[in-house]
């Protein structure tokens, strides 16, 4: 198996178990919750309430839910192999991460739940029945996915994977130029708006829990985005240091090429050498900075 491929999958498996980490823990803090009035949030004071049988209710999710389809499309539709085997690790990487987080905050502190169906009536009349035992907790597996929990506020899933996805989703704008990575980086803003917009006026969640969920999805990408240990900030240098030695490299060449057209047409012979021409020890600053970079 290929290298890259081989690493794609290998960040699957870790997602994959962090996923099912995180719906146990789901499971738990539903087991923990307790019903009561909900608290007091500015984004229900601001922000009306959908009905709970509205069309719109579930849009939250499914804004949620299909962000993450259209990037695997687009990755694996528009990106080569190199770059697409990138992306799909960085995101298995950073949402390994964010589950994580997830499964440690989670189950610290039980808030009261502010949907409908974490109310008291819900209780009482039967209509919700969240885990009673832990063969229950052990073996819900789908609770996170259809949305019948209660408890698991802290942070809102919802704003982390959206934020995580969209800040991925623009990372590959780049190559398309800074117009094009500005105007996905506008639309990728909105989108992560609507997302907790409807959020809130749906009652999944209170406005502090996609606030968090929004900043720690982007302090996990900032720092987790190229590697596990690796900072950032010194590749992306590397990356500008590529960049600048590319563009030298591909100006000394095209200066070499006039001046052997101009040669040719006089007669003479000019000593202008190409990139592969060069000296091994002229072209190791730039094999090297390659070799490293995460976007060249």
């Given at each position: ?38 608290l007091f949030d500015i984004g229900f004071y601001v ?11 579930p849009v939250s999710d499914v804004l949620t839910g ?138 999944k969640h209170y406005t502090v829990d996609l606030a ?85």
């Open positions: 198996m290929p290298p890259p491929v081989f690493s794609v999958c290998f960040h699957a498996e870790l997602f994959a178990l962090s996923g099912l980490l995180m719906t146990l823990c789901t499971n738990f803090a539903s087991y923990l919750h307790r019903p009561g009035e909900r922000v009306p309430e959908i009905p709970k049988r509205s069309v719109l209710a299909v962000l993450p389809v259209a990037t695997f499309s687009y990755v694996c539709v528009f990106l080569d192999r190199r770059r697409r085997c990138r992306a799909l690790v960085d995101w298995f990487r950073m949402m390994t991460v964010v589950y994580l987080f997830r499964c440690i905050t989670s189950t610290m502190t039980s808030l009261p739940g502010p949907a409908p169906h974490c109310a008291t009536e819900s209780y009482t009349t039967g209509s919700y029945l969240p885990p009673g035992t832990w063969h229950d907790i052990a073996t819900s597996l789908f609770t996170a996915v259809s949305g019948g929990s209660c408890g698991d506020l802290l942070f809102s899933g919802h704003a982390a994977m959206t934020t995580v996805t969209t800040l991925l989703l623009v990372r590959q704008q780049r190559r398309h130029g800074r117009k094009a990575e500005k105007l996905a980086k506008a639309i990728g803003c909105g989108y992560i708006f609507l997302v907790c917009l409807f959020a809130v006026a749906s009652r968090l969920g929004t900043l720690i999805g982007s302090l996990t990408y900032f720092r987790f985005r190229d590697s596990w240990f690796r900072d950032p900030v010194s590749l992306d240098r590397i990356d500008a240091v590529a960049r600048y030695l590319e563009t030298a490299t591909d100006d000394a060449a095209s200066a070499g090429g006039d001046d052997r057209d101009a040669a040719a047409a006089s007669g003479a012979t000019v000593g202008g050498s190409s990139d592969d021409d060069r000296p091994l020890h002229q072209q190791t600053p730039l094999l090297e900075a390659k070799a490293v970079s995460h976007i060249v």
